[in-house]
Nanobody
Framework: QVQLVESGGGMVQTGGSLRLSCSAS????????MGWFRQAPGKEREFVAA????????DYADSVKGRFTISRENAKNAVFLQMNNLKPEDTATYYC?????????????????WGQGTQVTVSS
């Protein structure tokens, strides 16, 4: 089992920045491919970004490329999402997720462990 706890959400104006953090506990952190997803009211949960176990590979949704950066510090059992130039359409609950599967993993059903989510609200 892996326990995930997100933090860092809040309310910002358009163009602002936030840095989300996800702290992991339980099994060996480097066993897991990590991702960030988000879900807005009335919408399905969608992929935002993911990072490989060794930090060498990252993937981003087209809607956040060039604005968001995912990173991880394996020594601290943590993954981060730096979000710049935020837009109102980025408003959602953001979830950290972990999976032990191999490959490029960009859909929610491939992830085994989830945090409780942190709210991000971007005002226009």
């Amino acid at each position: 089992q892996v326990q995930l706890v997100e933090s860092g959400g809040g309310m910002v104006q358009t163009g602002g920045s936030l840095r989300l953090s996800c702290s992991a506990s339980g099994r060996t952190f480097t066993n897991y491919y990590m991702g960030w997803f988000r879900q807005a009211p009335g919408k399905e949960r969608e992929f935002v970004a993911a990072i490989s176990r060794n930090r060498l590979n990252t993937d981003y949704a087209d809607s956040v490329k060039g604005r968001f950066t995912i990173s991880r510090e394996n020594a601290k059992n943590a993954v981060f999402l730096q979000m710049n130039n935020l837009k109102p359409e980025d408003t959602a609950t953001y979830y950290c997720a972990a999976t032990g599967r191999l490959g490029t993993l960009l859909t929610p059903e491939l992830y085994d462990y989830w945090g409780q989510g942190t709210q991000v609200t971007v005002s226009s």
